[in-house]
């Protein structure tokens, strides 16, 4: 079974991608393309429902279907492609307040900092990623300048004038 860093902790993933072995407990995550066909209306039944949003989907997209998911996975391709902070940021935006989680081979240690600022709080690690270091990575700065998305698991410092 698949590991993922969820709320800072080590977990077994309960998701599973269409053609995965269904699980006891939890639900599936599907492309975004096949939210939005005639046949996803038959994905009500499978239990809890994901969406996985490719680096090139339009996350306003999800504005209407938000109420029935429980998780969107966001795909960073690579550690120089950040068009997922972008849509992880629209999703936030949008008001989702489920499982926001960064998957894909750019999801590496020295980018958790800033997922977790813009609204991830699960993260599917690249191969060779090592949990521990990933872990001590969302600790490494205690201070940040800019303003972060309301549920970001990174917490705020407030400066007193």
């Not at 996350?59 to 849509?87: C, K, M, W, Y």
Request: overall charge negative; glycine content about 10%; hydrophobic content about 40%.
């Amino acid at each position: 079974m698949r590991r993922i860093l969820r709320q800072r902790d080590w977990v077994i993933d309960p998701w599973r991608y269409p053609g995965e072995p269904a699980h006891e407990t939890g639900g599936l995550i599907v492309p975004l393309a096949q939210l939005h066909t005639p046949s996803a209306h038959g994905l009500r039944h499978c239990g809890a429902l994901g969406v996985q949003l490719a680096p090139a989907d339009d996350a306003e997209q999800l504005g209407g279907e938000l109420p029935r998911l429980s998780l969107v996975a966001v795909e960073f391709p690579n550690f120089s492609d950040g068009r997922g902070f972008t849509q992880v940021t629209v999703v936030r935006r949008l008001g989702f307040a489920g499982e926001v989680r960064a998957v894909g081979a750019g999801v590496k240690r020295d980018l958790l900092f800033l997922m977790a600022r813009c609204g991830c709080d699960a993260f599917e690690l690249a191969e060779g990623e090592d949990p521990q270091s990933a872990l001590q990575a969302l600790e490494r700065y205690t201070v940040a300048y800019q303003k972060a998305e309301p549920l970001a698991s990174v917490e705020r410092v407030r400066f007193s004038a």
